[in-house]
């Protein structure tokens, strides 16, 4: 499993952009799908991104067009860029990392976005 810390998240006006980080320990980043997800209050945890060890990248329905997720291998980071933030938006969001060909594994703390409408 890999250790990961999120950062970046905050209070943001409706409109607004917000970049969440995730830092991930161990020296095999390059080889795990790195996923957002988030849990809203009241709500069930739902996917977010995810870009996969290959390359691609997917996104909820919900956050296509506005959100873009990004790695740097070097780094061992990968980051959620949300732009045209909603209220609805508003959630804790965790980062995840799915060894290659596996389900998620390794779960971060969270990190809280409030967008205010």
């Known amino acids: 499993q890999v250790q990961l810390v999120e950062s970046g998240g905050g209070l943001v006006q409706a409109g607004g952009s917000l970049r969440l980080s995730c830092a991930a320990s161990?020296?095999?980043?390059?080889?795990?799908?790195m996923g957002w997800f988030r849990r809203a209050s009241g709500k069930a945890r739902e996917f977010v991104a995810a870009?996969?060890?290959?390359?691609?990248?997917n996104y909820a329905d919900s956050v296509k067009g506005r959100f873009t997720i990004s790695r740097d291998n070097a780094k061992n980071t990968v980051y959620l860029h949300m732009n045209s933030l909603k209220p609805e938006d508003t959630a804790v969001y965790y980062c995840?990392?799915?060894?290659?060909?596996?389900?998620?594994?390794?779960w971060g703390t969270g990190t809280q976005v409030t967008v205010s409408s």
């Open positions: 870009f996969t060890w290959s390359g691609s990248t």
């Open positions: 161990g020296r095999t980043f390059s080889s795990y799908t």
């Open positions: 995840a990392a799915a060894p290659m060909r596996s389900y998620y594994t390794s």
